[in-house]
């Protein structure tokens, strides 16, 4: 379960990788449950007038706290409770966990930038924090899905997940958490496939993205402290 990434520092990925500004205020360097971090999304538009054509899609980068708040939790102290359990979704029960149901149907899906993320390597029966990045160094877009909870009080609270895939047949992912249980990583998407991951008409043609990363394409290496 990937609970911990590393977000982007340099201001100049963003256009670059992702075609939207820098943030205004710079997120810390290690994203994890609770903390701030950012994330790409579709600009909502107004309903088109008959006849019209559609503008072309437009994005966004957004903050949001890492752990999603579903929008029918009752209390910001609840809120803070659930969200750090709810920071990978996994692809399979998005339609039918109440967790995410309303955010997978809602089409709120994001683009989470990062330059790698970490697991933890239990081979050798100690923990050993593994750092996962591209072979190339470039910057990763991780699907996920974002939501906007609102409280009786006024509050508001942005957050985001990451979706995750199987990887129990991945040949680096496998590695990683618990013997004997399910391997995971999150649904790293192709550059090629950005707009189309956020624009997509509905939910069965987001699932098509849904696919583990090619392991020829990343590598590992322990966290030096």
């Not at 009752?74 to 149901?101: G, H, P």
């Not at 997978?104 to 899906?109: D, F, H, Q, V």
């Not at 043609?205 to 030096?224: D, H, I």
């Amino acid at each position: 379960m990937s609970t911990q990434f590393e977000s982007l520092q340099l201001a100049s990925l963003y256009p670059d990788a992702f075609n939207v500004p820098a943030p205004d205020t710079p997120v810390g360097r290690d994203v994890w449950p609770r903390k701030p971090g950012v994330f790409v999304r579709l600009v909502a538009t107004e309903p088109l007038a008959e006849g019209a054509e559609p503008d072309k899609p437009t994005f966004e980068l957004a903050t949001g706290q890492f752990g999603l708040v579903p929008t029918w939790v009752k209390s910001a102290s609840d809120a803070k409770l659930r969200s750090t359990k709810l920071v990978n979704a996994r692809c399979e029960i998005v339609t039918t966990s109440n967790n995410f149901r309303e955010a997978w149907l809602g089409a709120r899906r994001c683009i989470v930038p990062m330059l790698s993320f970490q697991e933890d390597d239990l081979r050798s029966g100690k923990p050993v924090p593994t750092r996962i990045t591209r072979v190339d160094g470039k910057p990763m877009g991780v699907a996920g899905l974002w939501e906007s909870w609102k409280g009786a009080g006024g509050e508001v609270i942005v957050s985001f997940c990451l979706l995750t895939v199987n990887a129990n047949s991945h040949a680096l992912m496998h590695r990683y958490g618990q013997p004997g249980s399910e391997k995971r990583m999150p649904a790293i998407l192709n550059e090629g496939a950005y707009s189309a991951w956020l624009t997509a008409p509905h939910p069965e043609k987001a699932r098509e993205f849904m696919r583990a990363y090619s392991a020829t394409l990343l590598t590992a290496n322990p966290v030096q402290k």
